[in-house]
């Protein structure tokens, strides 16, 4: 298992006045703008990405979360040129971390959506992106990694609570469905309640 930054199964920590995870790489996004008045963290979406379509690895996330994505690289590419989203953090198959927005901005990476009658996601949201699809099994790394940020986010933002946690399918039913039938729910869960009763907000075993 592997937590980045720290060693594996390690904490980690969220600096609320920045919105950014202490000692992870930041590529900030121009696709991001100030959340609405009053607006603060309340809910967390997992989304599930992968460029091209089915294929890990590789700057091309980075690139269109950036809009630096070359058109010409593949012919994908061309269908999404114009694209312009954002997710707060990306976590790679291998558990590294990397964050494109401050967690107290907003990322556009909800499109339309509605969680629990309440609409517009992105304004209250925190997007998070996991390299894989929605047929294939994400990797332990990867639980471990998003567990440890939901648990450092719970720590950060006080309106944040442990069953605010969705996937883009919950939010926007019918248009998303990832991350996809083979995320293991019960996994995250169970790894944010330890991390949530370990006293250095460990995940790992």
Aim: some cysteine; overall charge negative; glycine content about 10%.
């Amino acid at each position: 298992m592997r937590v980045v930054p720290g060693s594996a199964g390690s904490g980690l920590k969220v600096d609320a006045p920045s919105g950014l995870v202490e000692g992870a790489r930041y590529l900030p996004s121009p696709n991001q703008d100030a959340r609405p008045p009053g607006c603060v963290p309340e809910l967390i979406v997992v989304h599930g990405i992968s460029l091209p379509p089915g294929q890990f690895g590789g700057p091309w996330i980075e690139h269109l979360f950036t809009n630096s994505l070359e058109p010409s690289a593949h012919a994908y590419f061309e269908q999404i040129r114009d694209l312009r989203v954002s997710a707060h953090a990306l976590i790679r198959r291998d558990g590294t971390l990397v964050q494109f927005v401050p967690f107290g901005m907003r990322a556009w990476h909800a499109g339309e959506s509605c969680w629990r009658g309440r609409e517009r996601c992105n304004d209250f949201s925190i997007g998070v992106e996991l390299e894989g699809i929605d047929s294939g099994p994400y990797e332990e790394a990867q639980y471990t990694t998003l567990a440890a940020l939901v648990v450092a986010l719970l720590e950060a933002y006080p309106k944040l609570r442990p069953d605010a946690i969705a996937g883009h399918c919950d939010i926007a039913p019918g248009r998303k469905t990832d991350p996809g039938a083979a995320f293991e729910w019960p996994r995250l869960h169970a790894l944010v309640r330890r991390g949530l009763e370990s006293p250095r907000g460990s995940v790992s075993a």
